[in-house]
């Protein structure tokens, strides 16, 4: 079972980026997916999350008007959209599933993480 999150890196602000959570060893469709950031010294804060059965989407946070979740069964990979994004987005974004389709903005209740990417917002 893992995860692969790709899609991070240096963009200025106003920019975009799509983050990447490929799933392999187990099909997304009995998961919630969920999206979180973490900055240096804190908890991971969760930002995104979809139901992969229905694709009911569930966002938090200060930019969560910036964020779009969405999925690609046939690829088994779930993206985050970042857009018109702010320097306070800054961070290490995450991605975790969880074994129950429902979503959930604790990290306590996703059983599967991926490794983190990186995203910056600077000029």
């Known amino acids: 079972v893992q995860l692969q999150a790709s899609g991070g890196g240096l963009v200025q602000p106003g920019g975009s980026l799509r983050l990447s959570c490929a799933a392999s060893g187990f099909t997304l469709e009995d998961y919630a997916l969920g999206w979180f950031r973490q900055d240096p010294g804190k908890e991971r804060e969760g930002v995104a999350c979809?139901?992969?059965?229905?694709?009911?989407?569930y966002y938090s946070g200060s930019m969560k008007s910036r964020f779009t979740i969405s999925r690609d069964m046939a690829r088994n990979t779930v993206y985050l959209q970042l857009d018109s994004l702010k320097p306070e987005a800054t961070a290490v974004y995450y991605c975790?599933?969880?074994?129950?389709?429902?979503?959930?903005?604790?990290?306590?209740?996703?059983?599967?993480w991926g490794q983190g990417t990186q995203v910056t917002v600077s000029s």
């Open positions: 975790a599933a969880r074994r129950r389709d429902d979503c959930s903005g604790s990290p306590w209740e996703y059983n599967y």
């Open positions: 979809i139901n992969t059965r229905n694709g009911r989407t």
